[in-house]
């Protein structure tokens, strides 16, 4: 019965974000993902709900650090002012490069990062879950583009992917992406 009460103090907190009963899935990545190739600046160009993005003209700039590690820069249009931050992405088993790990800060361990499908010049499909307890679980996905406007039919196979794996996309809103370069 505790288990019950857990999961009733957490649903508040994660109310914006996107969370279904039962364990994450396991969905296929990128094989032979090349980190190298990735690096540089992607647009967000759909995204299912979370509490971190509130804006527009979001972007994710990803450069490789003298020790090895990612740095992450995203940015965002919030209330007619440019908001940023930066965090660490790790490839914690070289097996398995395209699942990497990202914390925002010295406090929180690495969530998943993984990298499902990506052609590296135009398209990145992103997806993260965290099971809480293997009760329920929190998700996160992406459809990242190099271009802020990519063709319909990019965005239409991002999202047959991410249903194909089992993932619920029902609650997955477009990025404005109307905006200056910022």
């Known amino acids: 019965m505790s288990a019950v009460y857990l999961v009733l103090l957490l649903l508040p907190l994660v109310s914006a974000q996107t969370y279904h009963w039962g364990p994450c899935p396991s969905p296929a990545v990128q094989p032979g993902f090349d980190v190298q190739k990735y690096l540089g600046r992607w647009y967000e160009i759909a995204r299912l709900p979370n509490s971190f993005e509130r804006g527009k003209c979001i972007e994710a700039n990803y450069a490789l650090r003298k020790d090895g590690t990612i740095r992450v820069l995203n940015s ?5 002012k440019v908001s940023t931050a930066e965090g660490t992405a790790v490839v914690p088993d070289t097996r398995e490069m395209a ?3 990202v914390s925002f800060s010295y406090f929180t361990p690495y969530s998943p990062y993984w990298v499902l499908t990506t052609d590296y010049t135009s ?3 992103v997806y993260s879950c ?3 307890l293997r009760l329920f679980r929190v998700e996160y996905a992406w ?3 190099r271009s802020r406007f990519p ?5 239409r196979y991002a999202k047959e992917l991410l249903v194909r794996e089992g993932i619920d996309i029902s609650r997955m809103k ?3 992406q109307n905006c200056k370069d910022n």
């Open 99 to 101: 699942k990497l790990g």
């Open 174 to 176: 477009a990025t404005d």
């Open 123 to 125: 398209l990145a499909v």
């Open 130 to 132: 965290t099971d809480v």
């Open 76 to 80: 965002q249009l919030y209330k007619d």
């Open 151 to 155: 063709p319909p039919q990019t965005v």
């Open 143 to 145: 459809i990242l583009s």
